[in-house]
């Protein structure tokens, strides 16, 4: 049976750190994310759309289910108490849902992720990098910053140095689980197996906040740090320094050539390859270069007909 995941969206939340942030919040790039991890059998977003009513269409286009939680009074956030609910009782009654994704970067939501976590469910949690609470990170077993998995990074210039430290950290994270595996005399060790103790060192790892799709991808660009091995297919992966048996020596990962008539590509260096290559310059429409003036500025547009 494939994973299947439960999606809860603490939507006024996100659509708010989206306007502070001038960006222009479309919810297909991250149910396209959502879909690579599992079957989704239950999308839920709760939020007062009589707020947010510009963005229901694009909710309801990607098959979200709208829970219509009324703002009372300032200060007491209902639909953060709806939406815990909701899980839990999700959680108890639903056994086969493997993986609960809360999306928000609201640290109320840490206790719910530790009793999620008690039922044996496994968390990922998503939201914003500069307002998501550490608490909240540090409760999930997994989380992706919602800026990598809407395909964010990398439109701003500021972005550049926050992600050339992600890049390093990971790196030294890499080697960090490396050396946990090194010392039980496990190497190599299975790519999978790899990336959940560097999950467990680091829940916020994921290739998608460094600009990958694929574990495998980035490993294949990381071999200045690594030696990869092949072995049924599956990479496998010790330090530099690691002195393969005779079951190991002739097991290289085929990077550069072709393994069971299928093309591996090469993975190029990462600064070298970027600066070689030209950029294409894109052309865009008008209302993009609109939005890309408005975000130079600090300004946005408002639709009246819908805010």
Known sequence: ??????????????????????????LTPLMSYLQQRGS?????????????????????????????VFSVRAGKNRADIRMALDALEIAIQRHQIDTFVIIS?????????????????????????????PLLVRACDEFVYIEAALGEFGVDDALSETAAADQEAARQL??????????????????????????????TFNEVNIGHTQFKE??????????????????????????????WEARPWPSSSHANGQAI??????????????????????RQQYNQIF?????????????
């Not at 130079?296 to 009246?304: E, I």
Request: charged share 25%; hydrophobic share 45%.
């Open 1 to 26: 049976m494939s994973n299947q995941l439960a999606i809860f969206m603490d939507f006024e939340n996100i659509a708010l750190w989206a306007e502070q942030e001038f960006l222009d919040f479309e």
């Open 40 to 68: 989704v059998a239950i999308m839920r977003a709760y939020g007062d759309w009589s707020r947010f009513s510009r963005y229901r269409e694009d909710l309801m286009n990607n098959a979200v289910d709208l829970l219509q």
């Open 105 to 133: 970067g609201d640290s109320d939501f840490g206790p719910l992720v530790t009793k999620l976590r008690e039922y044996g469910k496994y968390t990922l949690g998503i939201g914003p990098r500069d307002v998501t609470h």
């Open 174 to 203: 890499l080697l960090k689980a490396l050396r946990v595996h090194e010392q039980r005399d496990d190497l190599p060790v299975l790519a999978a197996k790899l990336k959940q103790t560097m999950l467990l060192l680091e829940p």
């Open 218 to 247: 980035w490993l294949e660009r990381s071999t200045d740090l690594v030696t990869l091995y092949a072995r049924e297919n599956q990479i496998y992966v010790a330090l530099p320094d690691f002195e393969p048996g005779p079951e």
């Open 265 to 286: 590509r090469t993975a190029p260096a990462l600064a070298s390859a970027a600066a070689a290559e030209p950029a294409v310059p894109v052309k865009l429409s008008l």
């Open 295 to 307: 975000t130079r500025l600090k300004m946005t547009s408002v639709d009246f007909a819908t805010r």
